[in-house]
């Protein structure tokens, strides 16, 4: 696949504050490529960086084999951002909004009216497109954005957090139509502190947090990395002792009177765990069984759950 973004030992600070520290990760054409982490994570300012807004204290950006530091107005021609902040004029309706950010990037007459009419279609709103954009709900209001972003076709595509603070059925037209343009050779970069956006839409996670890259890969290669192993955890009535002397050697998590955690390399290993105690005649109150999943190892890797 052609590598389309490459970056390097990424830093930036602001005063006493290192916001990214040495970030490195590539995107392959195509696809998209999530950065998961909580608020004050570092996921603005990389976007920031890699939209050419703000420039690196050190470190490297290389962009469809451009390099930001020489030919920041080439890239941000081939490139769309929708930022994390509506960037919509309330007063203006949602056409004339995208006629207005066609414009800034080159697009006129006949194009630019097209274009604008296939991002309204895009995004479900050419029956509102006359309306000021202060009359749109939330929802309506960050697809519009999406289309600013959109509307000249962009070959790469910056999302920051672009689902924030919207109902359900907006949030999964957003989804649909990120994933439609990765499906036309698209490559997008996505910041989210959803993890089940990150888990449905994304190709490649990065886990990011304090500024730093925890980890990153896909799905399933991010499941390995912490042992990708289902949690079982059993409350009754017994004694950490005697749950010990029938599990034997069991991986235990967590073990205390009257409750266990138990690491199994499949699901199907529960029945055996769950009949050693039964046959040794303690009493089982509760099962509860967890997947391997994102948020257990954005967990293991950071050492905190995800916060808002």
């Known amino acids: 696949m052609t590598e389309m973004i490459t970056v390097k030992e990424l830093n930036k600070s602001f005063g006493e504050v290192r916001a990214v520290r040495g970030i490195s990760f590539s995107v392959a054409q195509g696809e998209i490529f999530g950065f998961l982490g909580p608020n004050g994570a570092g996921k603005t300012t990389t976007i920031s960086m890699l939209s050419g807004l703000l420039r690196p204290d050190s470190g490297s950006i290389t962009i469809d084999g451009m390099d930001m530091a020489s030919r920041g107005r ?3 021609r081939i490139m769309g951002v929708i930022p994390q902040e509506i960037a919509l004029y309330d007063e203006l309706s949602g056409r004339d909004n995208l006629l207005f950010w066609g414009g800034l990037y080159g697009l006129a007459g006949g194009d630019l009216r097209d274009q604008v009419d296939r991002a309204l279609e895009l995004v479900e709103l050419t029956d509102r497109a006359k309306d000021a954009v202060r009359t749109y709900s939330g929802g ?29 059925q907006a949030r999964i037209r957003i989804l649909e139509v990120v ?28 886990i990011i947090d304090e500024g730093t890259v925890h980890a990153s890969g896909t799905l399933a290669e991010l499941v390995e990395l912490v042992g990708g192993k289902v949690m079982v955890s059993v409350t009754g009535d017994f004694s950490a002792d005697e749950a010990k002397q029938v599990l034997g050697e069991a991986e235990f998590d967590h073990i205390s009177d009257g409750e266990l955690r138990v690491k199994l390399l499949d699901r ?19 099962v509860a069984i967890r997947e391997p999943s994102l948020e257990s190892v954005f967990l293991q890797v950071t050492g905190r759950e995800l916060r808002d």
Do not use: W
């Open 74 to 76: 080439d890239i941000r």
């Open 140 to 168: 309506m209001k960050r697809r519009i954005n999406l289309c600013a972003g959109l509307v000249h076709s962009p070959k790469i595509i910056l999302l920051d957090e672009p689902t924030l603070g919207i109902d359900p």
């Open 179 to 206: 994933k439609g343009l990765a499906s036309e050779g698209r490559t997008v970069i996505y910041t989210t502190h959803y993890l089940e956006e990150a888990e449905q839409l994304c190709d490649r996670i990065a």
């Open 268 to 286: 199907d290993q529960t029945g055996r765990l769950l009949g050693g105690l039964f046959s040794a005649g303690l009493h089982v109150d509760g």
